[in-house]
């Protein structure tokens, strides 16, 4: 094992079509890339589901398994994870993020998304440490018609 157990994927990695260009983020339970579709040569967004604490990159740096005593938590989530995938595949609303695929191989399981351009929520509040009146105002009739 490598150690770093929640190492990223490195550039270049291939899932299914996919090849990962860079890390976008990481957060509890799992590592986004930036990629790119090899059969269309379109930019995506894939999540991988590696949570911290209960998941372990191999030494090849792609197979993903439970660490040692979490076999259960790491099954489970990784459950949650996938049904979570296949329940926002069904949903078409603009303001939620369409799945168009998930896979399940090395161990884990992954999402991929399109690739939006732009700066994230968590990005802004880091940066200016929280939005105006008007800036929550004007993003929650999408946010609540998406939860609706």
């Known amino acids: 094992m490598t150690r770093d157990p ?9 899932i299914a ?11 509890g339970a799992a590592i986004t890339y930036a990629a790119t579709n090899m059969v269309v040569h379109r ?23 439970a660490v040692p005593g979490r076999i259960q938590e790491f099954a489970k989530g990784l459950e949650a994870f996938v049904g979570e995938a296949k329940a926002l595949a069904s949903f078409r609303h603009p303001a939620v993020a369409p799945i168009e695929h ?27 440490g929280r939005l105006t009146h008007a800036e929550v105002e004007a993003l929650l009739p999408a946010l609540l018609d998406a939860l609706a």
Do not use: C, W
């Open 6 to 14: 929640r190492q990223p994927l490195s550039a270049g990695t291939r």
């Open 102 to 128: 998930y896979i399940q191989t090395n161990g884990t399981a992954y999402v991929v998304m399109p690739y939006v351009e732009g700066e994230t929520l968590a990005a802004v509040l880091r940066a200016r």
């Open 43 to 65: 930019r995506v967004a894939i999540k991988e589901y590696l949570p911290i604490g209960l998941a372990q990159r191999a030494s090849d740096r792609i197979d993903v398994s």
């Open 17 to 27: 079509s996919y090849r990962i260009d860079s890390v976008l983020g990481a957060g």
